[in-house]
């Protein structure tokens, strides 16, 4: 994932393979994707109830649970109260 050093320093938005949706500035990175994020914020987001919002502060993700990173576009202004959704299927695989 050579690709994420165009991502330091910046804001991303990052699903995991157990459908957590993180959000925060991407401080540092190695060849496993393990990845190091500051001024994390974890959303969670329910299909009819309110949703949260984590403060979690510095968080290192593990590579192998990191299934998409993307720059966050500061332009937009999502209105999180007003997302709603069901949960997102988990990605790993049954042992």
């Not at 190695?30 to 500051?38: A, F, K, Q």
């Not at 987001?45 to 998409?68: A, K, T």
Request: glycine residues 8%.
């Amino acid at each position: 994932m050579s690709s994420l050093k165009d991502f330091l320093g910046k804001k991303v938005r990052i699903i995991t393979t157990d459908a957590r949706l993180f959000e925060g500035k991407l401080e540092s990175f190695d060849h496993s994707t393990n990845l190091v994020i500051s001024q994390t914020i974890e959303r969670v987001i329910y299909p009819d109830d309110e949703n949260d919002e984590l403060q979690l502060g510095v968080y290192l993700l593990r590579g192998g649970s990191v299934v998409c990173v993307g720059e966050i576009d500061e332009s937009v202004d999502i209105n999180w109260n007003s997302v709603k959704g069901d949960d997102l299927k988990n990605t790993r695989n049954p042992l």
